[in-house]
């Protein structure tokens, strides 16, 4: 079987962790995979270039042409999976056609349907009625698009070979944050919190992203790395307690909660807020915990502070969670059913 699948830009972190991580898995169960990203990315990103944001927007028009490379190799392949809609511009004619030529499945792990000009929440819903099947990376979108009779739930998952278990790092005391950098004003949500457990614990605060520190950040104790592929899953391994702070608002809901799943593949404690998928990954007390006052971020942050035996079964638990349930092994079968129903029933 064959199946081609259309990413958002070849370094997006949709497409790596939905798409380019489980490809060696599907096809070692006999899916033959073709895997598509427009250079540049539908935000503008030209592959191995750091771009400011006027010069993405000029370049993201580009991205539609990019795409027409795939028209040709359509019919050959069984199954076509479309990763969120193909550009951002609202119009939806290449989804429209490419439904009607083959099986084709709608991936979503992001409420985009929220975007603020509500191009995006158009062409969602009008994908969601063409596409044969949908794979939603929580229950929040699932339930939003509204076509829960061929939807199936995907979550975006981790590779634990890659995400190894670390031991329980040494001093200084290590709260730990990664992700992109349109993400950081997330942690000013918990600024207070964290800045008297770091002076009750004389620690530090380390944040791996693509962007340094807000200016409302710089009076913590921070130790910053610079994103890259290769230290995403390294630098995690100085981090005691992985925070994952999230505001309540419609969009986050639809957060597939996948940093929390990066420190717990690596058997890091975490704390977060409980919204949307964050409360279905992480078990309470289990994995680390909920927190939605400043005083439940500090008291947590300071138990987990005190304790090296806490750490460590709170770490193990999530390690062992992410395994059953939010690995790569644990969805691949799960998707080859998904695209054998299709190719049979085409």
């Known amino acids: 079987m064959r199946v081609l699948f259309l990413t958002q830009g070849a370094v997006m972190p949709s497409s790596r962790f939905r798409v380019l991580q489980l490809v060696p898995a599907l096809e070692k169960a006999g899916i033959q995979c073709t895997v ?3 250079n540049p990315s539908v935000g503008g990103d030209l592959e191995g270039y750091k771009l400011i944001r006027p010069v993405r927007e000029i370049l993201r028009p580009l991205s539609v042409l990019s795409r027409l490379k795939a028209l040709p190799l359509i019919k050959e392949h069984d199954v076509v999976v479309i990763q969120k809609p193909l550009n951002r511009f609202g119009f939806v004619a290449m989804e429209r056609w490419i439904s ?35 794979t939603a990376g929580n229950r929040y979108i699932l339930e939003a698009l509204k076509q829960p009779q061929k939807t199936s739930i995907i979550p975006t998952v981790v590779d634990v070979n890659r995400y190894q278990l670390r031991a329980d790092p040494q001093e200084p005391f290590t709260l730990g944050w990664t992700g992109s950098g349109s993400n950081l004003k997330e942690l000013i949500l918990v600024k207070e919190s964290l800045a008297e457990v770091l002076r009750q614990t004389n620690g530090r605060l380390l944040i791996i992203s693509n962007q340094r520190p807000p ?11 610079e994103w890259s592929p290769q230290v995403e899953a390294s630098g995690l391994a100085e981090v005691h307690v992985g925070l994952m702070p999230l505001r309540d608002i419609p969009y986050n809901r639809g957060k597939c909660g996948f940093k929390l799943l990066q420190y717990m593949a690596r058997g890091i404690p975490v704390v977060t807020h409980p919204i ?22 500090t008291r947590a942050l300071l138990e987990l502070a005190a304790s090296k035996d806490l750490r460590i079964q709170m770490g193990e638990a999530g390690r062992s969670r992410v395994q059953e349930f939010y690995s790569v092994e644990s969805v691949v079968p799960k998707l080859v059913d998904i695209f054998q129903s299709l190719a049979s029933s085409a």
């Open 36 to 38: 598509l990203a427009p």
């Open 100 to 134: 009607s030529q083959r099986p084709t499945i709608f991936d979503l792990d992001d409420a985009v349907f929220h975007n603020a000009r509500n191009l995006e929440g158009i062409q969602t819903r009008r994908i969601a009625r063409w596409a044969h099947h949908i």
């Open 215 to 225: 200016q409302e950040l710089e009076d913590l104790p921070i130790h910053f790395i």
């Open 276 to 297: 949307g998928a964050n409360a279905e990954i992480v078990r309470d007390q289990v994995d680390g915990f909920w927190a939605e006052t400043s005083e439940d971020w």
